[in-house]
Protein backbone atom coordinates (compact mmCIF):
# COMPACT_ATOMS: atom_id res chain seq x y z
CA UNK A 1 0.00 0.00 0.00
CA UNK A 2 1.41 3.55 -0.50
CA UNK A 3 0.89 7.45 0.08
CA UNK A 4 1.25 10.20 -2.82
CA UNK A 5 3.65 11.81 -1.64
CA UNK A 6 6.48 9.02 -2.25
CA UNK A 7 5.10 7.62 1.64
CA UNK A 8 3.95 4.23 1.71
CA UNK A 9 2.49 2.19 4.09
CA UNK A 10 3.40 -1.48 4.66
CA UNK A 11 2.82 -4.42 6.97
CA UNK A 12 5.61 -5.05 9.63
CA UNK A 13 6.48 -4.24 13.56
CA UNK A 14 5.43 -0.77 14.60
CA UNK A 15 8.96 1.42 14.74
CA UNK A 16 10.77 -0.58 12.83
CA UNK A 17 12.48 0.82 10.17
CA UNK A 18 11.36 -0.21 6.51
CA UNK A 19 13.33 -2.45 4.18
CA UNK A 20 11.36 -0.71 1.50
CA UNK A 21 13.10 3.20 0.85
CA UNK A 22 9.49 5.71 1.07
CA UNK A 23 7.53 3.27 3.11
CA UNK A 24 6.50 3.22 6.77
CA UNK A 25 5.52 0.26 8.77
CA UNK A 26 2.03 0.30 9.47
CA UNK A 27 1.81 -2.84 12.42
CA UNK A 28 -0.29 -5.15 10.22
CA UNK A 29 -0.23 -8.33 10.50
CA UNK A 30 -2.05 -11.29 9.19
CA UNK A 31 -4.80 -13.80 11.50
CA UNK A 32 -7.67 -16.39 10.73
CA UNK A 33 -11.11 -16.40 11.64
CA UNK A 34 -13.50 -19.09 10.49
CA UNK A 35 -16.75 -16.86 9.70
CA UNK A 36 -17.15 -13.96 8.12
CA UNK A 37 -18.30 -11.20 9.55
CA UNK A 38 -16.20 -12.17 12.45
CA UNK A 39 -18.87 -13.66 15.59
CA UNK A 40 -19.12 -10.97 17.85
CA UNK A 41 -18.56 -7.97 15.53
CA UNK A 42 -20.08 -5.08 17.08
CA UNK A 43 -21.67 -3.28 14.01
CA UNK A 44 -21.74 0.44 15.54
CA UNK A 45 -22.46 3.74 13.68
CA UNK A 46 -20.63 6.57 13.79
CA UNK A 47 -22.71 9.58 13.29
CA UNK A 48 -21.95 12.82 11.16
CA UNK A 49 -22.52 15.99 13.18
CA UNK A 50 -23.11 19.52 12.29
CA UNK A 51 -19.82 20.88 14.14
CA UNK A 52 -17.68 18.24 11.47
CA UNK A 53 -17.03 15.71 14.21
CA UNK A 54 -17.76 11.60 13.99
CA UNK A 55 -19.27 10.05 16.96
CA UNK A 56 -21.13 7.18 18.24
CA UNK A 57 -23.81 9.62 19.25
CA UNK A 58 -26.73 10.46 17.02
CA UNK A 59 -27.22 14.12 16.57
CA UNK A 60 -29.26 15.47 19.33
CA UNK A 61 -31.29 17.72 17.42
CA UNK A 62 -33.78 18.77 13.97
CA UNK A 63 -33.16 21.89 13.10
CA UNK A 64 -29.67 21.59 12.61
CA UNK A 65 -28.27 22.80 9.30
CA UNK A 66 -26.80 20.56 6.75
CA UNK A 67 -23.31 20.82 5.32
CA UNK A 68 -22.87 21.80 1.87
CA UNK A 69 -20.02 22.07 -0.81
CA UNK A 70 -20.60 22.57 -4.77
CA UNK A 71 -19.49 20.08 -7.05
CA UNK A 72 -17.66 20.87 -10.56
CA UNK A 73 -17.52 17.66 -12.82
CA UNK A 74 -14.81 19.78 -14.87
CA UNK A 75 -12.50 19.85 -11.37
CA UNK A 76 -12.83 16.29 -9.67
CA UNK A 77 -11.78 15.56 -6.60
CA UNK A 78 -8.23 13.04 -7.97
CA UNK A 79 -7.81 9.39 -6.95
CA UNK A 80 -4.69 8.99 -4.77
CA UNK A 81 -4.47 5.37 -4.25
CA UNK A 82 -7.32 2.60 -3.08
CA UNK A 83 -8.82 -0.61 -3.93
CA UNK A 84 -7.53 -0.92 -7.19
CA UNK A 85 -5.86 -3.49 -10.05
CA UNK A 86 -4.74 -3.53 -13.03
CA UNK A 87 -4.27 0.19 -13.51
CA UNK A 88 -1.01 1.15 -12.71
CA UNK A 89 -0.61 3.05 -15.67
CA UNK A 90 -2.62 5.61 -14.95
CA UNK A 91 -3.46 5.63 -11.30
CA UNK A 92 -1.45 3.66 -8.18
CA UNK A 93 -3.22 0.82 -6.20
CA UNK A 94 -2.92 1.02 -2.19
CA UNK A 95 -2.82 3.33 1.25
CA UNK A 96 -1.31 6.58 0.61
CA UNK A 97 -1.19 10.14 2.25
CA UNK A 98 -3.98 11.96 1.04
CA UNK A 99 -2.41 14.64 -0.20
CA UNK A 100 -2.35 16.09 -4.38
CA UNK A 101 0.71 16.87 -6.32
CA UNK A 102 0.87 20.49 -4.98
CA UNK A 103 1.60 18.71 -1.41
CA UNK A 104 -2.26 20.77 -0.27
CA UNK A 105 -4.41 17.78 1.74
CA UNK A 106 -7.47 16.66 -0.35
CA UNK A 107 -9.44 18.26 3.00
CA UNK A 108 -8.06 22.01 1.75
CA UNK A 109 -10.66 21.35 -1.24
CA UNK A 110 -13.98 23.31 -1.11
CA UNK A 111 -15.79 19.93 -2.65
CA UNK A 112 -14.91 17.60 0.29
CA UNK A 113 -16.73 17.46 3.83
CA UNK A 114 -14.64 16.18 6.03
CA UNK A 115 -15.88 14.39 9.65
CA UNK A 116 -13.72 12.90 12.31
CA UNK A 117 -13.63 11.35 15.82
CA UNK A 118 -11.55 12.94 18.79
CA UNK A 119 -8.36 11.56 19.44
CA UNK A 120 -8.51 7.81 19.99
CA UNK A 121 -8.50 7.29 23.61
CA UNK A 122 -7.29 3.69 23.06
CA UNK A 123 -7.02 0.68 19.86
CA UNK A 124 -9.86 0.42 18.13
CA UNK A 125 -9.72 -2.65 15.41
CA UNK A 126 -12.05 -2.28 12.27
CA UNK A 127 -12.56 -5.96 10.76
CA UNK A 128 -15.52 -6.54 7.97
CA UNK A 129 -17.97 -4.94 6.00
CA UNK A 130 -18.78 -1.47 6.29
CA UNK A 131 -22.17 0.39 5.04
CA UNK A 132 -22.73 4.22 4.75
CA UNK A 133 -26.14 5.89 5.21
CA UNK A 134 -26.67 9.66 4.05
CA UNK A 135 -28.74 11.53 3.72
CA UNK A 136 -28.63 14.01 1.04
CA UNK A 137 -29.45 16.13 -1.71
CA UNK A 138 -28.91 18.38 -4.63
CA UNK A 139 -29.95 21.11 -7.45
CA UNK A 140 -29.00 18.29 -9.84
CA UNK A 141 -31.21 15.60 -10.80
CA UNK A 142 -28.49 13.52 -11.13
CA UNK A 143 -25.11 13.10 -9.22
CA UNK A 144 -22.68 11.28 -7.08
CA UNK A 145 -21.88 10.76 -3.78
CA UNK A 146 -18.43 9.49 -2.51
CA UNK A 147 -16.95 8.20 1.31
CA UNK A 148 -13.69 7.46 2.21
CA UNK A 149 -12.74 5.89 5.39
CA UNK A 150 -9.28 7.46 6.37
CA UNK A 151 -7.15 6.57 9.19
CA UNK A 152 -5.31 10.04 10.38
CA UNK A 153 -1.71 9.94 12.00
CA UNK A 154 -0.88 12.45 14.52
CA UNK A 155 2.10 14.58 14.00
CA UNK A 156 5.68 12.94 14.63
CA UNK A 157 9.44 13.65 13.84
CA UNK A 158 9.56 12.38 10.72
CA UNK A 159 5.75 13.36 9.94
CA UNK A 160 5.59 17.39 11.31
CA UNK A 161 1.98 17.33 9.71
CA UNK A 162 0.97 13.84 10.48
CA UNK A 163 -0.47 11.31 7.84
CA UNK A 164 -4.42 10.75 6.29
CA UNK A 165 -4.13 7.40 5.19
CA UNK A 166 -6.87 6.09 2.91
CA UNK A 167 -8.53 2.29 4.04
CA UNK A 168 -11.43 1.77 1.77
CA UNK A 169 -13.77 3.82 -0.36
CA UNK A 170 -16.64 3.85 -2.41
CA UNK A 171 -19.12 5.55 -4.59
CA UNK A 172 -22.97 5.52 -5.41
CA UNK A 173 -24.78 7.35 -8.56
CA UNK A 174 -27.97 9.11 -7.11
CA UNK A 175 -30.05 7.61 -9.99
CA UNK A 176 -29.62 4.44 -9.22
CA UNK A 177 -30.43 4.68 -5.17
CA UNK A 178 -32.58 1.89 -5.29
CA UNK A 179 -30.87 -0.23 -7.40
CA UNK A 180 -29.11 -0.61 -10.42
CA UNK A 181 -32.50 -2.55 -12.04
CA UNK A 182 -34.08 1.19 -11.70
CA UNK A 183 -33.13 4.77 -12.81
CA UNK A 184 -35.01 7.30 -11.38
CA UNK A 185 -33.91 11.11 -11.49
CA UNK A 186 -34.31 12.92 -8.10
CA UNK A 187 -35.90 15.86 -7.67
CA UNK A 188 -33.67 19.44 -7.35
CA UNK A 189 -33.37 20.20 -3.42
CA UNK A 190 -35.21 16.73 -2.11
CA UNK A 191 -33.86 14.94 0.83
CA UNK A 192 -32.80 11.53 -0.01
CA UNK A 193 -31.61 8.37 1.76
CA UNK A 194 -28.64 6.85 -0.21
CA UNK A 195 -27.21 3.41 1.73
CA UNK A 196 -23.96 2.14 -0.35
CA UNK A 197 -21.28 -0.33 0.97
CA UNK A 198 -17.59 0.33 1.04
CA UNK A 199 -14.92 -2.37 0.48
CA UNK A 200 -14.44 -4.37 3.57
CA UNK A 201 -11.53 -4.09 5.13
CA UNK A 202 -9.32 -4.33 8.47
CA UNK A 203 -7.69 -1.76 10.70
CA UNK A 204 -6.78 -0.92 14.17
CA UNK A 205 -6.91 2.46 14.69
CA UNK A 206 -4.03 3.20 17.35
CA UNK A 207 -4.25 5.13 20.42
CA UNK A 208 -4.06 9.16 19.73
CA UNK A 209 -5.15 8.44 15.71
CA UNK A 210 -8.76 9.77 14.30
CA UNK A 211 -11.33 7.51 12.52
CA UNK A 212 -12.04 9.49 9.66
CA UNK A 213 -15.09 10.05 6.67
CA UNK A 214 -14.43 12.07 3.66
CA UNK A 215 -17.66 12.93 1.90
CA UNK A 216 -17.48 14.52 -1.96
CA UNK A 217 -18.81 13.14 -5.58
CA UNK A 218 -16.29 12.16 -7.02
CA UNK A 219 -12.69 10.36 -7.09
CA UNK A 220 -11.30 10.44 -10.65
CA UNK A 221 -10.13 8.17 -12.34
CA UNK A 222 -10.97 5.30 -10.08
CA UNK A 223 -14.92 6.24 -10.59
CA UNK A 224 -15.99 7.99 -13.63
CA UNK A 225 -17.03 11.53 -13.11
CA UNK A 226 -21.07 12.49 -13.59
CA UNK A 227 -22.14 15.19 -15.57
CA UNK A 228 -25.06 16.37 -13.27
CA UNK A 229 -27.27 16.89 -16.22
CA UNK A 230 -29.20 13.21 -16.13
CA UNK A 231 -28.41 12.60 -19.58
CA UNK A 232 -27.21 9.61 -20.92
CA UNK A 233 -24.24 7.94 -19.72
CA UNK A 234 -21.57 7.90 -21.59
CA UNK A 235 -22.92 10.10 -23.98
CA UNK A 236 -24.00 13.44 -22.59
CA UNK A 237 -21.35 16.25 -23.61
CA UNK A 238 -22.75 18.20 -21.26
CA UNK A 239 -21.85 19.25 -17.46
CA UNK A 240 -23.41 21.33 -14.45
CA UNK A 241 -22.24 22.84 -11.30
CA UNK A 242 -24.13 20.62 -8.44
CA UNK A 243 -24.92 22.27 -4.91
CA UNK A 244 -24.48 19.29 -2.77
CA UNK A 245 -26.28 19.69 0.76
CA UNK A 246 -25.60 16.47 3.74
CA UNK A 247 -27.83 16.27 6.42
CA UNK A 248 -26.74 15.38 9.74
CA UNK A 249 -29.94 15.97 12.04
CA UNK A 250 -32.40 14.01 14.64
CA UNK A 251 -34.53 13.55 11.49
CA UNK A 252 -31.88 12.50 8.83
CA UNK A 253 -29.08 10.61 11.26
CA UNK A 254 -25.99 10.12 8.27
CA UNK A 255 -23.89 7.61 9.26
CA UNK A 256 -21.07 4.75 8.88
CA UNK A 257 -21.66 1.55 10.03
CA UNK A 258 -18.01 0.29 11.26
CA UNK A 259 -17.53 -3.21 12.17
CA UNK A 260 -16.01 -2.65 15.45
CA UNK A 261 -13.78 -5.80 17.23
CA UNK A 262 -13.87 -6.79 20.49
CA UNK A 263 -10.52 -4.80 22.29
Do not use: C
Request: no cysteine; glycine share 10%; hydrophobic share 30%.
Amino acid sequence: MGTGDGKRVIAGAPGEASEYPGRINHGGFWRRVEDWPIPGTRFTPYYLQGDGTLSPQKPGGSDIAPSRYTFDPKDPVPTIGGGISAADSVMKPGAFDQREKDMLPLISRSDILTFQTPPLAFETEITGPIEVHLWASSSAVDTDFTAKLIDVYPPSDDYPDGLAVNLTDSIIRARYRDGYEKSELMSPGKPYAFVFQLYPTSNVFKKGHWIRLDISSSNWPRFDVNPNTGGPLGLEQRYEIAHQAVYHDANRPSHIVLPVQKG
